[in-house]
């Protein structure tokens, strides 16, 4: 079963605009990744926040961990038309290595 | 550094049969995990090995099947196949168990008809 739903499933922006995708989580984390994944292909690791830690960047990607709400938001600014793609948080729970995978974000960028 | 390879990328099987997906980690990792992924269910785990053992499976039939070799390629079988295992199976790579990130091959895209 899925451990994460991101919100919203869909999002469709024009280029230069800012895209925010967030994900909720049921149980105590080790740590959230997010990932992207273009036209079912495989998964790229995009950027991982500890369960320590309230903010991340990555370039144009900005990640925030909020343990006491159990979610997460990924911010990616300026976005491109090549930033098209399906996006994916996943956490690992303090007792385990797998990675329980949301049903991902679906975003749009037009030019 | 060569990424994670899959064989094969596309497989049509029909219904009964056996299939067996290979996996070969980046040079150096020693972990190798396995997850399925559909429309319907989206991405779950199916099992991670390292060192050849299996440390952790997820909630699949006993259909579902692994190993990993000492040169810690890794493969998956499924056995008799039904249309509902038609999916993306995708394999993803690390240094060890203790580490977080996960390098993912391009998957192996299986029809069942």
């Known amino acids: 079963s899925q451990q994460g739903e991101e919100d919203p499933q869909a999002l469709s922006i024009q280029e230069g605009e800012n895209a925010t995708m967030n994900c909720s989580y049921k149980?105590?984390?080790?740590?959230l990744q997010w990932y992207r994944q273009n036209s079912g292909r495989g998964l790229v690791h995009l950027i991982l926040i500890r369960s320590n830690e309230r903010e991340k960047h990555s370039g144009r990607l900005r990640v925030t961990l909020d343990t006491s709400k159990k979610s997460s938001s990924l911010l990616i600014t300026a976005s491109r038309a090549a930033d098209t793609a399906s996006y994916f948080c996943?956490?690992?729970?303090?007792?385990?290595?797998?990675?329980?995978f949301g049903k991902g974000t679906t975003l749009s960028v037009s030019s | 550094k060569a990424g994670v390879t899959q064989t094969p990328r596309y497989l049509i099987k029909t219904r009964g049969q056996q299939v067996t997906l290979s996996c070969s980690p980046i040079s150096g990792h020693r972990s190798v995990s396995w997850y399925q992924q559909t429309p319907g269910q989206g991405l779950q785990f199916l099992f991670e090995?390292?060192?050849?053992?299996?440390?952790n499976k997820g909630n699949f039939p006993g259909r579902f099947s692994g190993r990993q070799f000492s040169n810690s390629r890794s493969e998956m079988n499924v056995s008799t196949l039904e249309l509902g295992d038609s999916a993306l199976y995708l394999c993803?790579?690390?240094?060890?168990?203790?580490?977080?990130?996960?390098?993912f091959g391009p998957g192996t895209r299986l029809t069942v008809l």
């Open positions: 090995y390292f060192s050849e053992t299996q440390r």
């Open positions: 996943a956490t690992v729970y303090q007792a385990g290595t797998a990675l329980i």
């Open positions: 149980t105590s984390i080790n740590n």
């Open positions: 993803a790579s690390k240094a060890a168990p203790g580490f977080d990130e996960q390098f």
